[in-house]
């Protein structure tokens, strides 16, 4: 599906708010790799902004996701961001984080937490605990009518049953197993703020369903894919921009996560982040990550011109919002 065109709304472009030039390029030195395995999913969520479902094909290929290894060797990532879809889809997951996890500090994997109680990938809990996996879970809400709006009847159950296999594995509870939970807020409007939801979401957890887990992470529903759609649909594309615009917050630029990233598509071009595959906006000079290999190249992510588009202006909203939860300002 072609990408939602915002660039004719009734706010500045979103270029216009930086002042400083620095902000408009990446840091001379890059943290993560995010790494996009494709968009099958056994979930169609609708605020997915890249559009994931049971029938989409598009996974990441042998050549891509080999080069992905050679780019993790060679470089100093921090953290592999491995996310999708559901990335434990991928017939190769297993083999790829086993192969890429010596090469990088920190592992993340990105799960809907349904998958890992389906037959096939209920083993996945050990597997993420034998590779030291930090484990990141979309739950949009601790209630089923919360979870009902954004999933589907029924996904609450299944969610609550893998967190607490994951917590019998010492997930949220021993160091060095981090489990992580990504809050979305259900229509449109901006995440309550950060610390006092998290509070909220672990009181609720562990009375209901004695469930521990480390950080809730906040992210402000993109205007893309599945949830742009339904704003356009429903007349509320141009209301929801004007309020991510009311709401910008100039002390988040810094902590922008294409800063500090760079996002590999399943077919192999690199983007600034996961947001602008959604937009079809590649990085500067449209590099994939084979140019990345080649000798002589090996500069052109670090300190490289972003591509900012109006759908920036929700991770610049109010507390900021990035893959990481919501933006330090301070």
């Not at 509870?173 to 809050?183: M, Q």
């Amino acid at each position: 599906m072609a990408a939602l065109n915002l660039a004719n709304a009734a706010i500045p472009p979103f270029i216009a708010m930086i002042s400083d030039a620095a902000l408009l390029e990446a840091k001379d030195t890059l943290s993560t790799l995010q790494i996009n395995l494709g968009r099958l999913c056994n979930l169609s969520c609708k605020h997915c902004h890249l559009e994931s479902g049971p029938e989409r094909k598009e996974v990441m290929s042998e050549p891509v996701l080999n080069a992905c290894l050679q780019l993790l060797r060679k470089e100093n990532f921090v953290t592999a961001d491995i996310t999708g879809g559901a990335p434990e889809l991928h017939p190769r997951f297993r083999d790829f984080v086993s192969e890429a996890r010596p090469f990088c500090r920190r592992m993340i994997v990105r799960t809907n937490l349904v998958l890992l109680l389906e037959p096939g990938y209920d083993d996945l809990p050990v597997f993420f605990r034998d590779n030291q996996l930090e484990v990141v879970c979309s739950l949009p809400h601790y209630t089923a009518q919360g979870m009902n709006r954004m999933r589907g009847d029924g996904v609450l159950a299944a969610s609550i049953a893998a967190l607490q296999k994951l917590n019998l594995l010492g997930y949220g509870l021993e160091n060095g197993f981090v489990l992580n939970l990504v809050f979305n807020p259900g229509g449109a409007f901006l995440p309550p703020a950060q610390a006092a939801l998290e509070k909220e979401y672990k009181l609720a957890l562990r009375r209901d369903f004695g469930i521990e887990f480390n950080q809730l992470l906040t992210l402000t529903n993109n205007p893309l894919g599945r949830f742009g759609a339904f704003l356009e649909r429903s007349g509320n594309l141009d209301d929801y921009l004007g309020k991510l615009h009311q709401a910008f917050n100039p002390m988040t630029l810094e902590g922008m996560m294409c800063r500090d990233q760079v996002s590999v598509a399943y077919d192999g071009r690199l983007y600034d982040c996961d947001f602008n595959q959604a937009a079809e906006l590649p990085i500067d000079g449209g590099a994939t990550i084979f140019d990345r290999l080649k000798p002589g190249l090996r500069k052109i992510l670090e300190k490289r011109p972003i591509r900012f588009g109006q759908h920036c202006y929700a991770c610049t909203a109010g507390q900021g919002s990035s893959c990481g939860g919501a933006i330090k300002t301070s």
